[in-house]
């Protein structure tokens, strides 16, 4: 800029004394502090899938997408129902058992009338990272 006349020599030598500060965005699409609820684990899965699908790209491009490319995505979440399910499942105490094995446990909560779901948890115990195993929508198990 100096060498086209944009700036003074003066201003040149203040921005090449300044110190270069660079900041990695590389770990922006999750936010490590805030942990969200398996509803909105799957949403954004879902959510990636459906990218994918529409343009035709891999799953790291649709993840990109999802977090910076300024969509809104409105859900059939209750989140009153959602807070009760993940109290619930967030207290082990519920499934003490006598056996070694640990249980485990998931469920999704549907509305009767249009079949929306209105809730879901993908585990039982506290929930500590984002986009782990969601055995309410990942694990091939049989119901009941």
Known sequence: MYEQGYISYDDYQNAVNETLVLVDHSDDSTDSSVVYSYFVDAVIEDAIADLMDLKG?????????????????????????????????????????????????????????????????????????????????QSQRPPG
């Open 57 to 137: 790209c891999s799953y790291s491009i649709a993840e990109q997408l999802l977090f910076t490319g300024g969509y809104k995505i409105y859900t059939t979440l209750d989140y009153d129902i959602q807070k009760k399910v993940d109290s619930i499942y967030e207290d082990t105490s519920n499934l003490e058992t006598d056996s070694d094995q640990q249980l485990e446990s998931a469920i999704v909560i549907t509305d009767p009338y249009t079949g929306d779901i209105v809730a879901l948890s993908g585990g039982v115990g506290e929930k500590t990272a984002n986009r782990t195993l969601n055995r309410a929508t």
